[in-house]
């Protein structure tokens, strides 16, 4: 690791290069031992985003997918959305992701890592599903921007950060780094690709979904979910509503307002709260000019060429 080039990073957080990405050392550190230790299973699903995308909602709903009522006992009632479904790389460090190994089949599992970087026997076919979100950078960046407001302390102590400053960016240094692909996992536009090039080729491994889609279809989009992670609604459920109670239950206006995600904590530490804000698109417009929004998509389009990925 510490040959690796290091940078800082937004959040302000140390970042390495490494195979083309930036990382904490918390994940460079997790990225050797769930090489050789994580067992994927052909069972597994994988939630898979770049941080600020949708993983929240994305989990919430996943999560509900599989369980057959939306009840006062349903677990998002009492549990943050990240409590419910753990990310690879958080795994701790003693257990080197064998947590994991105790989770009963069929597992719900995320992770922000890169698609070249994922535990080989998720990619090589044997290893489950992978359902991915992306979302436009634009959106993604002000999403981070609200975010490390409200938890970079927590974010630095959580990646092992040692040479993080303590300075608070500004919006325009926060756009600078982000536009050279300095956050966490970045560059977005680079990682978003490698899952929409997974998903043209293994359509049934991989699918690659919008924020913006989810927003404008939320039960198409639970449909579609449902169907690629092989727990389709019966038609009984859909007769009775179990969609559209499960839209409506991890709707970001119900999800904000349960106690849990008001005082609550992850078990990272993170607040619940700073997990739920706007959610609409085009929020960057009230912080970016229109120049910044036009070199920033510009940077996006040179690095996307030919992918026909859009955002
Ligand atoms: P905004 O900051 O634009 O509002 P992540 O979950 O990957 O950390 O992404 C956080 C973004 O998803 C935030 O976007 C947040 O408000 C939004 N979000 C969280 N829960 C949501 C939900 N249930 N429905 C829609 N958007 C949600």
């Known amino acids: 690791m510490s040959s690796l080039p290091t940078a800082p990073g937004f959040p302000p957080l140390r970042l390495r290069r490494y195979a083309g990405f930036w990382l904490t050392d918390r994940t460079l550190k997790f ?45 998002l009632h009492r549990n943050n959305p990240h409590d419910l479904v753990g990310f690879l790389e958080l795994a701790g460090e003693d257990d080197d992701g064998l947590i994991y190994e105790g989770i009963p089949s069929p597992r719900l599992l995320a992770a922000h890592l890169p698609y070249s970087l994922l535990p080989h026997g998720i990619t090589d076919g044997s290893g489950g599903r992978i359902v991915y979100v992306c979302r436009d950078p634009k959106d993604t960046l002000f999403s981070f921007w609200h975010f490390h407001e409200k938890t970079t302390a ?97 709707s970001l206006g119900m999800l904000k307002g349960l106690e849990v995600n008001r005082s609550g904590r992850t078990m990272l530490g993170l607040k619940n709260e700073a997990f739920f804000r706007n959610g609409t698109v085009g929020d960057w417009s009230s912080c970016m000019t229109p120049a910044m929004a036009a070199r920033l998509d510009g940077i996006v389009a040179e690095a996307l060429e030919g992918s026909m990925l859009f955002f």
Not at 34 to 51: G, I, M, N
Not at 53 to 67: D, E, I, P, V
Not at 170 to 197: D, I, N, V
Not at 209 to 238: I, N, Q, T
């Open 154 to 250: 927590t974010l630095q102590r959580m990646a092992d950060d040692g040479g993080a400053s303590s300075a608070m960016p500004t919006f325009e240094e926060a756009f600078e780094l982000f536009c050279k692909g300095q956050s966490m996992a970045g560059p977005q536009w680079r990682h978003a690709l490698e899952y929409w090039e997974a998903s043209r080729l293994s359509p049934d491994q991989v699918l690659f979904l919008r924020y913006e889609d989810m927003l404008r279809d939320p039960e198409g989009s639970l449909r579609k979910m449902a169907v690629f992670m092989g727990c389709p609604f019966s038609p009984e459920e859909e007769e009775t509503g179990v969609v559209r109670d499960i839209v409506e239950l991890c």
């Open 31 to 75: 990225l050797g031992a769930s090489h050789a230790r994580f067992s994927p299973r052909p069972t597994d699903v994988l939630l898979v985003s770049f941080p600020k995308t949708g993983t929240t909602w994305l989990k919430a709903l996943a999560f509900s997918a599989h369980l057959p009522s939306t009840g006062a006992d349903h677990p």
